[in-house]
């Protein structure tokens, strides 16, 4: 007998394996995802402390707790719940389910034999069953429930086994298939219960595998394709970066950026439905009001304007219209549209990073650093042109401009807690201006941001003195973060300037990898520092501050090496217990391909901060390429030693500089430090050009 046969688990003592199985399968990497630390910057990093509460401070708290909710991924933490509960269920299935042993059929133990019992025990053994279970002997027990067809059964048994150890035909077939039939056929167990297929009811297994193989399936999986093809990099709709990139030229400025902004299709969300029409009019005339320090409240030029006035109604003229209220912090006196002002500013800010993304792609410094500006505007709220100083409490633009006086910039941050402070306090406090308790509040707040500033930066590369053409090159950028208005700030450590290399054998410090004990532990390692939390009091996101170093060709107006962000550090920025700045040098490294031939090449370095207006840094900075030929004779110059005393030159050096009555002397190796002064690309932090100034052009140098 041969073929297949198939099994349902009638006794259900399978099924909860199967259902626990696939039930895990798909529960335990999503409880993963559930319970993996949050990437919100605002589980870790630190907060600047203030007391300050802005306008509409309620609307701005509800949408951040509304964004908050949102990132709770409640409906996966439903799922995780309910896959537990199933699998509880199952594992509780599982132990109390009574099992099914299945038996090995063997003959000895049908007959009631030893496995040694000889031919003639068995022949002997089976002449007295015979007697005792013959059909034709005996008659059904009721008492013992038998039947005619169990003791039939039970005789067919009896006389297998018998035959099994005794004729050679039914024996060879035991001993190769395990059964005196010869071979059995191959069962497959299907762990589901057999009722779900009978009694009429395989119709509807057929219609659940149809719903969930013909419909859900592909629902899932297409959902998610489209909904990945949607999307670009930066998590910005592809036909929102399609009208971006229709929006791009060469000379846009940041007003421009922002009419560009309004193209975005997730603001369909937002003002979906009557939104795009409602207080349309009232947020134009506040918007469009006159006044100063700005032509108009909202920050906007006579072009910015125009642009705005020559859309057509709809949702994007009002978007553009709510960031400009936005930028001006201008009261709309209507809590829908003031609602609305707070909502578009995370939408723009992530249409701006897929601008930036399109700028970068072409390479013109002018957009990329426009882009990176518009960025700190919206971050901080504050329209193209205006004064930094409008990032403190309570410093309105009035405000501004009294201090500022007649000046033809802005003053700067530091420009400003740099003053003397009975001036600086003449300046801010008085009739019309800030009270002492608004002062005080700013001043503290002014002494936390955390504020780059650049000490030295230079070329370099690893384990090398000099640089070659198509080498790999490292951007060294070593600086300090000292808050505006710090007092009593350490002079600079020289040795902190330099970057030393590791030792030649250290090949886990060469590739960055961990570093490992003699007995192959990995050695614990500081983690890297997160800067405080961006004050960004109008802006309804926790967002952390990032600096992007990169460098520019001024002749050409291009990018010469992208952007390198960094969002961490190595060392701490302030005292966890005092919270004063602790003015650690911190190391920034970009790596990039040197030129494929020997020349200076003359770079402009632009470090932006993307959440502080007036905190970037431009300085040039000068890239030494020599020929590798002329670089190796300079090396194998360098390495010829002294000659030894046990030659005759080196004695005759010797009697030249009385070296004989003692040890000669060890030759000096010269310091890598003076090797790559001489020879380093770089320049001096006191070199650095601030260019804080929200009005300065940053484009030429």
Same mark, same amino acid.
């Given at each position: ?206 219609? #659940?595998?149809?719903?969930? $193989? &013909?419909? *859900?399936?592909? =629902? /899932? ?6 909904? %990945? ?85 709809? #949702?994007?003229?009002?978007? $553009? &219209?709510? *960031?400009?209220? =936005? /930028? ?6 209507? %809590? ?90 003449? $300046? ?5 201006? /800030? ?267």
């Amino acid at each position: 007998m041969s073929g297949t046969d198939y099994s349902y688990d009638e006794q259900g003592q399978f099924f909860p394996f199967f259902v626990l199985t696939v039930v895990g399968i798909v529960t335990i990497p999503l409880t993963y995802s559930v319970l993996k630390p949050s990437s919100d910057p605002g589980v870790t990093a630190p907060r600047i402390k203030t007391d300050f509460q802005p306008e509409h401070a309620d609307l701005i708290d509800s949408q951040r707790k509304a964004q908050k909710r949102r990132e709770r991924k409640l409906k996966r933490g439903v799922a995780v719940v309910a896959g537990w509960a199933i699998m509880a269920l199952m594992a509780y299935l599982i132990i109390v389910t009574a099992r099914t042993v299945p038996k090995i059929w063997n003959p000895y133990d049908i007959l009631g034999l030893s496995d040694s019992s000889t031919e003639k025990e068995i022949k002997s053994h089976y002449k007295h069953l015979a007697p005792k279970f013959h059909p034709d002997k005996i008659r059904p027990d009721p008492a013992k429930n038998q039947t005619l067809e169990s003791i039939n059964d039970y005789w067919v048994e009896l006389t297998k086994a018998y035959k099994a150890l005794t004729d050679e035909e039914i024996r060879n077939n035991y001993q190769q298939y395990g059964h005196p039939d010869g071979k059995q056929s191959f069962s497959i167990g299907i762990a589901l219960p057999k009722f779900i297929v009978t009694d009429g009811n395989g119709k509807y297994v057929i219609l #659940v595998y149809a719903a969930l $193989l &013909g419909v *859900l399936l592909p =629902y /899932l999986v297409g959902s998610w394709w489209y909904g %990945t093809q949607r999307m670009s990099k930066e998590k910005v709709l592809i036909e929102s970066a399609n009208s971006l990139f229709r929006e791009y030229s060469e000379d846009i400025t940041e007003g421009g950026i922002i009419s560009a902004l309004s193209t975005g299709v997730e603001f369909q969300q937002t003002l979906k439905g009557d939104k795009a029409e409602s207080g349309l009019e009232r947020l134009e005339s506040r918007v469009l009001a006159e006044g100063e320090p700005f032509t108009y409240v909202g920050g906007l030029t006579a072009k910015d304007r125009t642009k705005l006035e020559d859309l057509e109604g709809g #949702v994007r003229r009002k978007a $553009l &219209g709510l *960031l400009w209220g =936005y /930028l001006g912090r201008v009261e709309l006196d209507d %809590t829908a549209l003031n609602q609305a002002k707070i909502q578009v500013a995370p939408i723009a800010s992530a249409l701006n990073a897929s601008f930036n993304a399109i700028a970068l792609a072409f390479g013109s410094t002018g957009p990329i650093l426009a882009s990176f500006l518009t960025a700190q505007n919206l971050i901080q709220a504050i329209p193209p042109g205006a004064s930094p100083l409008l990032q403190l409490p309570y410093i309105t633009p009035a405000i501004a401009r009294a201090i500022e006086g007649d000046a033809k910039t802005h003053l700067t941050l530091q420009q400003y807690m740099q003053l003397p402070e009975p001036y600086r306090r003449k $300046l801010s406090v008085g009739k019309g201006l /800030l009270t002492e308790s608004q002062y005080k509040t700013a001043m503290d707040l002014a002494k936390q941001l955390p504020r780059l500033q650049v000490e030295k930066a230079f070329f370099k590369v690893t384990g090398e003195k000099y640089i070659t053409p198509g080498s790999l090159v490292s951007f060294v950028v070593k600086g300090r973060f000292v808050p505006p208005g710090s007092q009593n700030v350490p002079e600079v450590n020289e040795l902190d300037l330099e970057d030393v290399d590791p030792e030649e054998g250290d090949l886990d410090a060469i590739l960055g990898r961990q570093k490992k004990t003699s007995k192959g532990e990995k050695l614990k390692e500081d983690k890297p520092v997160q800067p405080p939390l961006a004050y960004a009091p109008y802006y309804a996101r926790n967002c952390s501050p990032r600096w992007n170093v990169f460098l520019t060709d001024s002749k050409q107006g291009k990018m010469a090496v992208p952007p390198f962000t960094f969002v961490a550090f190595d060392k701490p920025i302030f005292d966890d217990e005092s919270g004063k700045p602790t003015f650690n040098m911190q190391t920034l490294k970009a790596q990039f391909q040197a030129p494929p031939q020997a020349g200076h090449y003359t770079f402009v370095m632009h470090l932006i901060c993307d959440s502080y207006v007036g905190f970037d840094t431009k300085m040039e900075v000068t890239l030494v390429v020599d020929e590798a030929a002329k670089a190796a004779e300079i090396e194998a110059e360098d390495d010829i030693s002294e000659p030894d005393e046990d030659s005759l030159a080196g004695q005759m050096n010797a009697l030249k500089t009385g070296g004989l009555t003692g040890p000669p002397p060890k030759k000096k190796k010269r310091p890598v430090t003076e090797e790559s002064s001489d020879e380093e690309s770089g320049t001096e932090g006191e070199e650095a050009e601030d260019t804080s100034e929200t009005d300065t052009d940053t484009d030429e140098e």
